[in-house]
């Protein structure tokens, strides 16, 4: 059955870095487009970034755009979100999703790690 | 502020229906497709609706989606107590280059 597992939450100090984790299987992980979606605590969900399933198109939210990276070791059916210049708005739980496709949509989810920016 | 506008809540009695609306700009619902996402408390997002209007196996044709123009429609019939959620529709920005959701709305079953 298809499997997202996301780690490398925690407690960060503004300004650090961290990188999320999302371990894949189930399914063929380098055919599939991922996204990372974010939900700071009682807010709605906000789109972060998307990874094209060969790693030659990525794509951000402007409120993340030059400190975040999304990458992928297909090898290790792994995708990562690199997290710089961290920000207080930027506690939220962290989601990867995989894309559908055949279709606009994210079929599966990760149970999500939750990130606190916090002096 | 989200890009696409959604009610903030709507509520109905069990056994009727309710619709969800999704207001965009011809920059995203007006060209893309939309989604729709079930969030029950505590849970991940689970997928509703895909490319305006299907729904992926194991989805009851309670839940039904629709598009015209600029804004995106989910309605729900036959409302049950478990319905009660947040609702959100996703779609994708050409202008942003980025996806977008909804603001979410929480479903109220009286």
């Known amino acids: 059955q298809v499997q997202l597992v996301e780690s490398g939450g925690g407690v960060v100090q503004p300004g650090r870095s961290l990188r999320l984790s999302c371990a894949a299987s189930?399914?063929?992980?380098?055919?599939?487009?991922m996204h990372w979606v974010r939900q700071a605590p009682g807010k709605g969900l906000e789109w972060v970034a998307v990874?094209?399933?060969?790693?030659?198109?990525?794509y951000y939210a402007d409120s993340v755009k030059g400190r975040f990276t999304i990458s992928r070791d297909n090898s290790k059916n792994t995708l990562f979100l690199q997290m710089s210049s961290l920000k207080a708005e930027d506690t939220a739980v962290y989601y990867c999703?995989?894309?559908?496709?055949?279709?606009?949509?994210?079929?599966?989810w990760g149970q999500g790690t939750l990130v606190t920016v916090s002096s | 502020q989200s890009v696409l506008t959604q009610p903030p809540s709507v509520s109905a009695a069990p056994g009727q229906k309710v619709t969800i609306s999704c207001s965009g700009s011809?920059?995203?619902?007006?060209?893309?497709?939309v989604s729709w996402y079930q969030q029950l408390p505590g849970t991940a997002p689970k997928l509703l609706i895909y490319?305006?209007?299907k729904r992926p196996s194991g989805i009851p044709d309670r839940f039904s989606g629709s598009k015209s123009g600029t804004s995106a429609t989910l309605g729900i019939t036959g409302l049950q107590t478990g319905d009660e959620a947040d609702y959100y529709c996703?779609?994708?920005?050409?202008?942003?280059?980025?996806?977008?959701f909804g603001g979410g709305t929480k479903l109220t079953v009286l």
């Open positions: 011809s920059s995203n619902i007006g060209n893309n497709y």
């Open positions: 990874i094209w399933s060969d790693g030659s198109k990525k």
């Open positions: 996703e779609t994708w920005d050409s202008s942003l280059s980025a996806g977008v």
């Open positions: 490319d305006n209007n």
């Open positions: 999703a995989r894309d559908m496709s055949s279709g606009w949509g994210s079929d599966y």
């Open positions: 189930g399914f063929t992980f380098s055919s599939y487009v």
